[in-house]
């Protein structure tokens, strides 16, 4: 049986609380995304967060709840993010080490290169993922 530090009938208290921890870690998040998503999205799905950690806390594992929520809170907003991306984790993490190869062809070369230098690049649906990432609404 769960001890609950909270009053599950006072989800206002904690919001007020702990609201400054959520904007804190929206803000964190934004940092590595997009331009076109809105903070205040991350920070509504990081609310929601809280407040299940708030209903799911229990004292008795000798965890504080600030460190819960912050765990509970980024883990929120990051299943928001994946729940609305329309390309995979694999998409993603096939345009990440594209980018990369990228990245280490020009600091090696220190000039411009042809796509094809990349390995499977020219081919390959994550290149394109990935800077169609950069430039429309896609996270």
């Not at 809105?38 to 950690?53: F, Y």
């Not at 209903?55 to 008795?60: A, G, K, P, T, V």
């Not at 929120?76 to 729940?83: H, S, V």
Request: charged share 25%; with cysteine; hydrophobic share 30%.
């Amino acid at each position: 049986m769960s001890t609950n530090i909270f009053n599950p009938g006072t989800p206002e208290l904690v919001v007020e609380n702990y609201f400054r921890l959520v904007k804190s870690i929206a803000k964190r998040i934004k940092h590595r995304l997009p331009a076109h998503v809105d903070v205040n999205d991350l920070v509504q799905a990081g609310v929601i967060g809280l407040l299940e950690a708030s209903s799911r806390y229990d004292s008795s594992r000798e965890v504080m709840f600030p460190t819960f929520a912050r765990s509970r809170t980024t883990g929120a907003i990051l299943d928001e993010l994946r729940r609305s991306d329309p390309c995979s984790r694999n998409d993603r993490k096939q345009a990440r080490e594209t980018e990369d190869a990228r990245c280490q062809l020009r600091a090696t070369r220190r000039k411009r290169f042809h796509p094809s230098m990349v390995s499977g690049s020219s081919h390959h649906p994550s290149s394109v993922l990935f800077y169609y990432s950069k430039s429309t609404s896609v996270w």
